[in-house]
């Protein structure tokens, strides 16, 4: 079975600074990985996703995340955080049709 | 296009009885599936839906069940009520439902309170 492991259930950053997100996945196959962002009293919102086709993947509101099969990483990345960023960011690997396994989730706290 | 809407938002019941969740998938999606989210648990999936045929189910008591209408609309149902079900639950949907990488959007989530 597939499954991911998300470092830090809070992360804390300044506005402007980097954010680095980390996941790393299990997998016994070549994996589909998604990062998706809840915001309060929300559902879920897909940042970007990996699906072979290029290890660095770009996503929505700046954000990117890198594939690292030795390293069996997907971190997400964005170089200037915004107050707006502050959510609850989500890893996540596809375990067959439509079905995801999440992470535990990381919360992004962003200060002025 | 409308996104992923789940009806009601808020839900309070109380122990041992049922509820019935609705979601509606985006226009032209043809596959429906439920996540249940708690602080304890996290997120969780409990079953899909395509083309009105349950294709896989997770983790859960047979006290979850769920179907889809030939509309590709869905509803959960969850029966015997315990303290343990409140949670969100989520529904996303996808449009062909055929390949393991297809992005899944996701609706707004009904809130469960049991007492």
């Known amino acids: 079975a597939q499954s991911v492991t998300q470092l830090g259930s809070h992360v804390s950053v300044s506005e402007g600074a980097l954010v680095l997100l980390r996941c790393n996945y299990s997998?016994?196959?070549?994996?589909?990985l998604f990062w998706y962002v809840q915001y309060p009293n929300q559902g879920l919102q897909l940042l970007l996703k990996?699906?072979?086709?290029?290890?660095l993947v770009k996503g929505i509101n700046g954000f990117e995340a890198e594939f690292k099969k030795s390293e069996t990483s997907f971190h997400l990345t964005k170089p200037s955080a915004h107050m707006s960023d502050a959510a609850e960011y989500f890893c996540?690997?596809?375990?067959?049709?439509?079905?995801?396994?999440f992470g535990t989730g990381t919360r992004l706290l962003v200060s002025p | 296009k409308a996104g992923v809407t789940q009806t009601p938002r808020y839900l309070i019941k109380t122990r041992g009885q049922q509820v019935t969740l609705s979601c509606s998938p985006i226009?032209?999606?043809?596959?429906v599936s439920w996540y249940q989210q708690t602080p304890g648990q996290g997120l969780q999936f409990l079953f899909e839906?395509?083309?009105?045929?349950?294709?896989n189910k997770g983790n859960f008591p047979g006290r979850f069940s769920g179907r889809q209408f030939s509309n590709s609309r869905s509803e959960m149902n969850v029966s015997t009520l315990e303290l343990g079900d409140s949670a969100l639950y989520l529904c996303?949907?996808?449009?062909?439902?055929?390949?393991?990488?297809?992005?899944?959007?996701f609706g707004p989530g009904t809130r469960l309170l049991v007492l």
């Open positions: 990996y699906t072979s086709a290029a290890t």
């Open positions: 226009s032209g999606h043809r596959s």
């Open positions: 839906y395509f083309s009105e045929t349950q294709r």
């Open positions: 996540a690997v596809s375990d067959g049709f439509q079905k995801l396994v």
């Open positions: 996303a949907s996808s449009a062909y439902g055929g390949t393991i990488q297809e992005t899944q959007y």
């Open positions: 997998s016994s196959v070549p994996p589909y």
